[in-house]
């Protein structure tokens, strides 16, 4: 029996309000647990995420420690702005001996002095810098080479001793023959000598070539600069190569390690004397002996005019010994001009100088003949020349040794105690920081003077359109060469330390305001006490008074 229809539609809604209810449960179920999967996803996602932060962050902070830089620049308003950058990869080829070599260099005079030196030497030391950048992939590709550039100063050293014992063997081992001729003492002792030449000879090699190296290229770069292709003639190219070969040989230390070189081949091809040559290297290996060399170098042109004065004089005498002394002269006097040479060797040979060397009558007796002319013949000699000029001219030397030793001292207190950016000194950085290394962190973050040149060599390589406000507006200074935006007398770590100054001063001011008012009132407490003193005496007369008074009206 079929049930009736009304039942069947009932029992339909109920199925199907069963399959709905099913249905949102079924989606809630799955709605929570896809949300569980996603939370355990995105936790285990986050703690990933986390363990690579922990583990990148510090590489990340290495990297841009590394890799960018801040100068405090001065703007037109006097304001002091951090300008941020990133240091261009080739500014990492800065050696020490350029830094070295620019800081001595570099006029101290004042602190504008110092950063315009930077500034007129800013593109030379860019091109030095760069052209260190380019043998540096060199070194990197080829590992023979990079190793030996690493160790250079090893192969300097053992160049130096190589020499002092070769040079040590030649002085003890060489001897004359009967025939007049050099030769060695055996044959076992000039197998060293020229066992230790071959070995000198390759590191000399090495040392010629790394020095030209990093020098020869930007001397080429400086004689050929501003030349073009299709202006290039004859006659302009012989010029430029005149150009490059003066370069080559107006500088001290090109010139120095060619013959440097140069010596060490011919002293394995024609005689090992020539070895003697590479002792003066002591004066590359220690700078400081330079300053012996330029005690003489620097004052050079007041000791050729003292000695130009002193060749007149002994000239002078030599003209005066040739007319009345020539027979005391021994016959080294046969003409003037033997006599001349004469006196200038035997002054300072002789004991008593050109007196001594002249030959004396046993009865030598003043006063008599020309005795006279004798005695002061040899005495103004003696004065004139042996004493006076002579010691003028080491005067002179030891004046400039004592000179150049002052400006050294000058400069390693300069360099150790002087800001080169704003040129405050290292007490004053010191109290204006927290801590105790305040002048050390100023010169090496805030104005770390190779900064400021890395700012130059990264605003040249930068395209114009990219450049910021502050970018724009140092770069226009730098081509006008213009050192207005560097911070001369002026420092952010100062500025804080003049507004903590600043109210310092205000807080003294006010506690000084309320001392005097505290002594305010308590004088004027102390005058209202003496009011109300004199007001309670007063009142306690009055009563007195008036009975007295009473008593005369009465009996009037």
């Known amino acids: 029996r079929r049930p009736p229809r009304s039942t069947q539609s009932r029992s339909s809604a109920a199925s199907d309000v069963y399959k709905r209810q099913m249905g949102k449960l079924r989606n809630y179920f799955l709605k929570k647990r896809m949300q569980a999967q996603i939370e355990e996803d995105s936790s285990i996602l986050l703690r990933r995420l986390n363990e690579d932060r922990t583990e990148i962050y510090p590489l990340a902070h290495e990297f841009f420690s590394q890799n960018t830089a801040h100068v405090e620049v001065l703007l037109q308003d006097k304001r002091i702005e951090k300008a941020y950058f990133y240091i261009p990869p080739f500014c990492k080829a800065l050696t020490k001996e350029t830094k070295t070599d620019f800081n001595r260099k570099a006029s101290r005079i004042s602190a504008k002095a110092k950063v315009t030196s930077l500034m007129k030497n800013s593109q030379i030391l860019i091109k030095i810098i760069r052209n260190e950048y380019r043998l540096n992939i060199i070194y990197n590709k080829i590992a023979i080479i990079g190793t030996i550039v690493k160790n250079i100063q090893l192969v300097r050293d053992l160049a130096f001793v190589f020499a002092i014992i070769i040079n040590v ?226 005067g002179i030397i030891i004046d400039t040794f004592r000179t150049l030793r002052e400006d050294e001292k000058r400069f390693l207190f300069d360099v150790r105690n002087i800001c080169f950016i704003c040129g405050f000194d290292r007490e004053t950085l010191d109290k204006a920081s ?81 001392a005097e008012q505290t002594k305010l009132l308590t004088h004027s407490k102390n005058v209202l006490d003496n009011v109300k003193k004199v007001e309670s005496k007063l009142a306690a007369t009055a009563p007195t008074r008036a009975t007295t008074r009473t008593e005369r009206i009465s009996s009037i």
């Open 169 to 394: 063997l030649i002085l003890f081992i060489y001897l004359k023959d009967n025939q007049g001729k050099t030769k060695t003492d055996n044959i076992q002792n000039e197998k060293i000598i020229y066992s230790l030449g071959y070995a000198l000879i390759v590191l000399s090699l090495i040392i010629t070539v790394y020095f030209l190296a990093k020098t020869a290229p930007l001397l080429i770069q400086k004689a050929w600069a501003g030349v073009r292709k299709s202006k290039l003639n004859v006659l302009a190219l012989l010029n430029r190569v005149l150009l490059t070969v003066y370069y080559f040989l107006s500088d001290f230390y090109v010139l120095y390690y060619m013959i440097y070189g140069l010596t060490a081949v011919l002293a394995l091809t024609i005689n090992p004397f020539f070895f003697g040559f590479h002792l003066f290297d002591i004066l590359v290996l220690y700078p400081t002996l330079l300053n012996v060399i330029r005690s003489i170098w620097i004052p050079k042109k007041s000791l050729l005019l003292t000695l130009f004065l002193v060749l007149i004089l002994d000239y002078v005498f030599s003209l005066l010994g040739y007319y009345w002394l020539s027979d005391e002269y021994n016959g080294w006097c046969p003409n003037t001009f033997m006599c001349w040479l004469t006196s200038i060797d035997k002054s300072f040979k002789a004991d008593g100088g050109l007196g001594g060397f002249l030959g004396t009558d046993d009865n030598y007796i003043y006063g008599q003949g020309p005795d006279y002319f004798r005695f002061v013949f040899d005495n103004i000699y003696m004065l004139l020349i042996m004493i006076i000029l002579l010691n003028i001219i080491l």
């Open 434 to 514: 927290a801590s105790k290394n305040g002048f050390i962190h100023h010169i090496k973050k805030d104005h770390y003077m190779w900064n400021y040149l890395f700012y130059i060599a990264y605003l040249k390589t930068k395209e114009m359109v990219e450049f910021s406000g502050i970018e724009s507006y140092v770069a226009a200074l730098i081509d006008n060469e213009d050192v207005s935006w560097f911070p001369c007398h002026r420092a952010s770590a100062l500025k804080d330390m003049k507004a903590e100054n600043d109210n310092q001063k205000k807080l003294d001011q006010l506690l000084t305001i309320k």
